[in-house]
């Protein structure tokens, strides 16, 4: 398995197996500069990563600023943005888990036909492009967003994927039951699914996953670290946004200590596991510096033998 390793999506699109997360360029949860953005990223071009995400939610635009300096002048790249967050005009709007937010905006949840083609306007301003590959709806998570995704959000991106506007329409959400319901009800080509497939949670292999499978649908699996309790399962790590409860460390430190016998890392298993599911892939990891690309891709390449796999399959029932 190697980071760099080119895959084709359903669309004819391809992507390399590791992709970039850019809600670390919105300041996510602690500041970075725009010289660390435009070194991560040139360091993740030069590794042969092909796939950068992002989206106006992540610091309010800060994100996609970033990446227009970052990606000015550079070519071999496919870039992914989402909808369903206008940015409108506010005073000193703080946002405490975005540190490099933009004050002067706030933002506002619309699915509508309208939204959808004012967001993609406004994020390719923000981007300095003319076009993107891949658009996500992105937390339809209210039940009046669900619909409002379904009969407007989702037949406003299909025309524009009809006309050549953009290569490919998919979902982006923490749960698995909605863009389950995106499967089966539209004809979506991918689902970025954060947290939901991973050492620590497998729901989305319940519903999303054999439902992808049927109907072939691609899965991009983020959030592979929960947080980051799968780097260093230690007390007062995070899982999910939050301090991990007593029993998720419990679990966490338990295949740790499975990984540690074998003298695999975590990270790596973590990386890989994912991918282990023919409907998945590739997984996308937020880096904020240049050795962050260097280390989650050395972790991502790492061999993991297939008895590692069969251990932790013993312990969490992972199919």
């Not at 992002?54 to 227009?68: D, F, M, Q």
Request: aromatic share 6%.
């Amino acid at each position: 398995m190697r980071h760099n390793t080119l895959v084709k999506l359903r669309t004819g699109l391809e992507i390399s197996q590791f992709g970039l997360g850019t809600a670390t360029f919105g300041g996510l949860y602690t500041s970075m500069t725009d010289e660390d953005a435009i070194a991560t990223v040139d360091t993740a071009l030069d590794c042969g990563v092909t796939y950068i995400d992002t989206a106006p939610h992540y610091g309010k635009g800060s994100s996609e600023r970033r990446l227009a300096k970052a990606l000015a002048g550079k070519s071999g790249f496919h870039l992914s943005t989402k909808i369903g967050r206008l940015l409108v005009p506010a005073v000193n709007s703080v946002d405490p888990d975005f540190a490099d937010t933009d004050t002067s905006l706030v933002r506002k949840f619309d699915y509508s036909s309208a939204g959808v083609e004012r967001c993609i306007k406004e994020s390719l301003e923000r981007l300095e492009m003319d076009c993107v590959d891949i658009v996500y709806i992105h937390d339809p998570d209210d039940p009046i967003y669900i619909e409002q995704s379904i009969k407007e959000a989702y037949p406003a991106l299909e025309k524009m994927r009809s006309k050549g506007l953009i290569n490919a329409i998919g979902v982006g959400m923490n749960q698995s039951a909605v863009p389950t319901r995106f499967v089966n009800e539209t004809d979506i080509d991918m689902v970025l699914i954060a947290g939901r497939y991973t050492l620590l949670d497998q729901s989305a292999a319940l519903d999303l996953l054999p439902a992808a499978l049927k109907r072939d649908v691609d899965i991009i699996a983020a959030g592979v670290f929960n947080s980051g309790i799968l780097v260093n399962p230690i007390v007062g790590a995070m899982f999910d946004y939050a301090p991990a409860s007593a029993e998720i460390l419990a679990k966490a430190l338990k295949i740790k200590e499975i990984l540690d016998h074998h003298g695999v890392p975590i990270m790596s298993a973590a990386l890989q596991f994912p991918l282990r599911h023919p409907s998945v892939k590739a997984v996308l990891v937020g880096c904020r510096s240049s050795q962050e690309v260097l280390d989650n891709t050395a972790a991502f390449d790492a061999e993991i033998p297939e008895d590692v796999w069969q251990d932790l399959a013993q312990l969490s029932k992972i199919v």
